[in-house]
């Protein structure tokens, strides 16, 4: 019989809505229920393409005496970290302050007021490598519960202070200027591996917001050392593991130091983040490979995690079926010689092992690799090459296929969005802005209500309970900043006014302009979440920063530029010191200090063939943070076009940055050369 998350909308719910475990949603009802019942509750928290998330369910919460005793002594409470951030975040600060680490899937046992007094990650059904089995914790809590609850109430309490006092240190509320920029850069030198690039050692992460900072500080300075350790990583990680060569698209990261063997999920922000760093890396270098990853990236996306709405679909799963219908990690993505030569023959199959570095040992398990790119010395047939391909992947889309978790999160959409349109934008594919307009479209018309408020997900055409948080308003901004640009379509620029508009208002704290992770007017955790650091993502932080400054470029507004620079304090106070998890707001400081430009291209209609030439050498213009307006003169679309008439009846470009303005050309050459000045 189906537990409470039969009605859920969340994937990761569902997946748990058969279990014997009388499962809640994270809702107030849950507590109350462990206030009648004088009992803790359990809080397991995870998402759905996790794969220790799925061990511990079928080892544990799939069997039917741990159910028992957990419905017996607890109240058991399963939360999509995806779909409720802001809970992930407040407990999973307490693990990693009680514990020294954290992880996924997050065990923490709280008292019926939502206070944290025990904690831990994967627990084992059985006692294995010094861990406790998951039941003897649940046996040893109960004890304490029952025995020392004073104790227990008083750890609570203790904890709950300790966080409370945990408040960001801000620094002076000033941007980063060229010294702490220069800091940051060394900083990340001494930690770049120069044998594999990407910064230090295993697991290894794709380190998308820090390439941006890297291409956009060689942009602004000219400093070859930064194009070069972004150049490097881009390519050791395309001609890695975690690309993948047949299908596109980046797994979640490496677990070795070569990019060799990925934790094979794919996820749609790594994705969207990746694919405009490869653009924006073609766009400073003409680099075919970049070229190629970009694209395959975005059609990846388009094809594989696109919903039937127009949506972009969260992720897919690191397991599938082996085809003996086990459930095993990577079975969809690797290779054994004997399977090439099933599907190429014996000439084609000894090619492709080469190729993709496929050998008889394996790079993987029981014998089998994850196709690469090594460097190889000699002639290549590239038509031969582009045949084993596609007939590896004809073949590969033949086995069970892994599960892909449909909810849509505004959030990572709004990243998608701005890759899509940018990558389309550059590489003449307007399919790929299509699609961008398409996923935008869906977010105003199920995501926004009346007041321009976000809702998280959604699922099915079908609008989720839960609040957008700072990355979503901040993200979604950014990708309609994006949209706006690429498409000389002013409503855009509107609803990303909204939204950022909403950020200063509900979201930043008007003494100091720091920021936080959830509205004023959100639910009330055991405290506000504020985390400027960037992890898998831009911190709602820091991208807020971003589409604050971008907003205020296109519209001249005093109070958003204002908000973004006294969020880039936090970047001044961290950004020499941990330069690899504040990326992202290292990257805003670079278009600070360029300005940023402001680009406005005018011409007699937007199909006029001299105003698309001006327009695409506009986008293409490395300028850290540059926005870019095109539209006919006096155009009411972008505040940018105004007074801004024709140059002797021929479309002109005007760019101005610092209240000073260069003298508008007609010149493509003289665009080009001004934007990369």
């Not at 849950?30 to 794969?51: M, Q, T, W």
């Not at 000699?378 to 084993?388: I, L, M, P």
Request: one cysteine or more; proline letters at 6%; hydrophobic letters at 40%.
């Amino acid at each position: 019989m189906p537990n409470r998350l039969a009605h859920e909308t969340s994937p990761y719910l569902l997946q748990h809505a058969d279990n014997p475990v009388d499962w809640w949603p994270w809702s107030e009802e849950a507590f109350d229920e462990a206030r009648k019942r004088n009992v803790p509750v359990l809080l397991s928290i995870g998402y759905s393409s996790c794969h220790w998330c799925h061990v511990m369910a079928h080892e544990s919460f799939e069997d039917q005496e741990t159910a028992e005793y957990l419905n017996a002594h607890y109240v058991s409470v399963k939360v999509d970290r995806e779909e409720r951030p802001d809970v992930d975040a407040v407990y999973m600060e307490a693990v990693q302050a009680a514990t020294g680490q954290g992880g996924w899937p997050m065990t923490v046992f709280l008292t019926p007021d939502a206070e944290p007094f025990y904690f831990g990650t994967y627990f084992p059904p059985a006692p294995r490598q010094g861990m406790p089995s998951f039941r003897q914790v649940l046996q040893g809590v109960h004890q304490a519960w029952d025995e020392r609850r004073d104790e227990v109430t008083e750890v609570a309490g203790k904890i709950v202070r300790d966080l409370a006092g945990r408040e960001i240190s801000y620094g002076d509320a000033q941007t980063p200027g060229e010294e702490q920029l220069a800091q940051a850069l060394l900083g990340l030198t001494r930690e770049y591996d120069p044998q594999r690039g990407g910064f230090g050692g295993a697991p290894k992460f794709p380190p998308s917001m820090v390439l941006e900072f890297l291409l956009r500080h060689h942009a602004r300075t000219g400093a070859e050392g930064a194009l070069q350790m972004a150049s490097d990583t881009c390519e050791r990680m395309a001609r890695g593991g975690i690309y993948d060569q047949l299908g596109g698209g980046f797994a979640r990261y490496s677990v070795d130091r070569d990019w060799v063997v990925p934790h094979f999920e794919k996820m749609l922000y790594d994705n969207a983040l990746l694919c405009r760093v490869y653009a924006h890396l073609w766009r400073a270098t003409g680099s075919e490979l970049a070229r190629r990853v970009a694209l395959e990236t975005a059609d990846f996306m388009v094809r594989e995690l696109r919903t039937n709405e127009g949506g972009f679909a969260s992720a897919l799963d690191a397991d599938s079926d082996d085809g003996s219908g086990k459930h095993v990690e990577g079975a969809y993505y690797v290779w054994t010689p004997g399977q090439l030569r099933e599907v190429l023959g014996e000439q084609d199959a000894d090619l492709a092992a080469r190729h993709f570095g496929v050998t008889e040992e394996g790079t993987f398990e029981e014998g089998a690799s994850v196709l690469q790119l090594p460097v190889r010395d000699g002639f290549v047939d590239a038509g031969k090459v582009a045949s084993v391909r596609e007939r590896l992947l004809a073949a590969r889309s033949e086995r069970p296929a892994p599960g892909r978790d449909d909810k849509v999160v505004a959030a990572w959409n709004g990243l998608a969005i701005a890759a899509l349109a940018e990558t389309g934008a550059y590489f003449d594919r307007p399919d790929l802005v299509e699609a961008a307009v398409a996923a935008a479209d869906l977010l105003v018309r199920l995501h926004l209500d009346e007041q321009a408020r976000l809702t998280r997900t959604s699922k099915d055409g079908h609008a989720g309970a839960n609040a957008g948080v700072l990355e979503d308003y901040a993200d979604v901004a950014e990708g309609f900043l994006a949209l706006a640009s690429v498409t000389g379509e002013g409503v855009w620029l509107e609803f990303a006014g909204f939204l950022v508009d909403h950020i200063v208002a509900r979201f930043t704290d008007p003494e100091s302009g720091s920021l936080y992770d959830t509205a004023a007017d959100a639910e009330r955790l055991i405290r506000r979440p504020q985390d400027p650091t960037d992890n898998a993502a831009p911190s709602g932080w820091s991208a807020a920063a971003g589409a604050l400054l971008g907003y205020a470029a296109h519209t001249g507004s005093e109070p958003h530029r204002e908000a973004a620079e006294k969020a880039l304090g936090v970047v001044k106070a961290l950004g020499p010191r941990v330069p690899r998890f504040i990326g992202w707001g290292l990257a805003v400081a670079e278009a600070v200090l360029d300005g940023p430009r402001e680009v406005a291209v005018v011409g007699p209609s937007l199909d006029d063939e001299g105003t698309r030439s001006l327009h695409r050498t506009a986008l293409l213009g490395t300028a850290p943070g540059a926005v870019v307006a095109v539209g006919v003169p006096e155009s009411e679309e972008f505040p940018l076009l105004s007074g801004r008439p024709l140059v002797g009846g021929e479309p002109a470009a005007y760019v101005c940055r610092n209240f000073t303005c260069d003298a508008p050309t007609t010149e493509v050459d003289r665009l080009r050369a001004v934007l990369s000045d």
